[in-house]
């Protein structure tokens, strides 16, 4: 054996520390750094499309004050109306946000997120927020018409009836405009579309003079999360008992005989027969049925409880 191979491994020491060195600054560092904010926008973006589901769903369960029925906005009843805006806001508290103690629901619920309450786990390694806002995109959750033929006929119809109405209502013996029409929502269809901004700005990835690690023309400022889902809410549907009433006395025949005219009529007949007080044509009966006898006399009968 040779001088030259002797002295070989001796010349080779420390090879193996240096690739070591090397390989743990030049790769596993950066994969440490790298799959914790992939994992973070990979959340972002999960929780994008969720709070996409959730706003669809929301309008399923409120109405849009000025988009649906006359009884909606009238106010003082048990029916649940919330704006858009609103909608979007309690989506963003709920799902765009995180602490570590759980938040009680409150009238705040529907303000967006606040000052300081962005999710406290989306930061960089740096420690900076990671999100700069998201929500509802203006617009996208407005009420579309539900794609059927059926609702075309419908629409006909309303539109007939409401033709047939217009002379009775001039003569104030129907005040009713859904008289005899079928005025449940017929906009049903909604496909809501929302965001989340994520602010590269804050990763950190600048150099000492401010330009971007990868240049300024690779790395952007900003990245938008964009969901969308949509959702068919058809169906007839009632909040509370004034809204049930209000759904059912249109097609009550009796209701057209609930006017100024007819009224006059009952009182004077009262005058000479009494019992005539207590007849009610615009009565629209809500409560639910007693469990007792039925007592009749004199043509009128009563549940005997």
């Not at 600054?25 to 926008?41: N, R």
């Not at 103690?101 to 989306?122: C, M, N, R, Y």
């Not at 240049?215 to 400022?221: F, K, N, Q, R």
């Not at 609930?258 to 009565?283: C, K, Q, W």
């Amino acid at each position: 054996m040779s001088l030259a191979q002797r002295d070989l491994p001796r010349a080779s020491s420390g090879q193996a520390m240096t690739e070591f060195v090397v390989m743990t600054s030049g790769v596993l560092l950066v994969l440490f750094l790298i799959v914790p904010g992939l994992a973070k926008l990979l959340d972002m973006s999960f929780q994008t499309q969720v709070m996409a589901r959730y706003v669809a769903w929301e309008r399923t369960v409120w109405y849009d004050n000025g988009d649906q029925p006359g009884e909606t906005t009238e106010p003082g009843y048990d029916i649940a109306i919330r704006s858009d805006a609103a909608i979007s806001g309690t989506a963003e508290k709920r799902l765009l946000t995180f602490s570590s103690v759980p938040q009680t629901l409150s009238a705040s619920d529907v303000s967006g997120i606040a000052t300081g309450e962005k999710h406290a786990l989306w930061r960089w390694s740096n420690g900076q927020q990671m999100l700069s806002g998201g929500g509802l995109t203006g617009g996208s959750l407005s009420p579309q018409e539900t794609p059927s033929f059926a609702y075309d006929v419908l629409e006909v119809y309303n539109d007939g009836m409401d033709l047939l109405m217009t002379p009775l209502t001039m003569l104030k013996i129907q005040n009713d405009d859904d008289f005899l029409q079928v005025a449940h929502p017929q906009d049903n269809y909604f496909t809501p579309n929302v965001t989340a901004s994520v602010n590269l700005g804050n990763g950190g990835l600048e150099t000492i003079d401010g330009r971007g690690f990868l240049g300024p023309e690779y790395l952007p400022s900003g990245l938008t999360m964009r969901a969308n889902s949509a959702v068919l809410a058809d169906g007839w549907n009632a909040q509370g008992d004034h809204h049930f009433k209000e759904r059912v006395d249109d097609f009550a025949i009796g209701t057209m005989m609930d006017n100024a005219v007819v009224n006059a009529a009952i009182d004077v007949i009262g005058l000479f027969e009494p019992s005539f007080n207590d007849v009610d044509f615009g009565y629209v009966g809500i409560e639910p049925l007693p469990d007792a006898d039925v007592d009749c006399d004199f043509g009128f009968c009563y549940f005997d409880e």
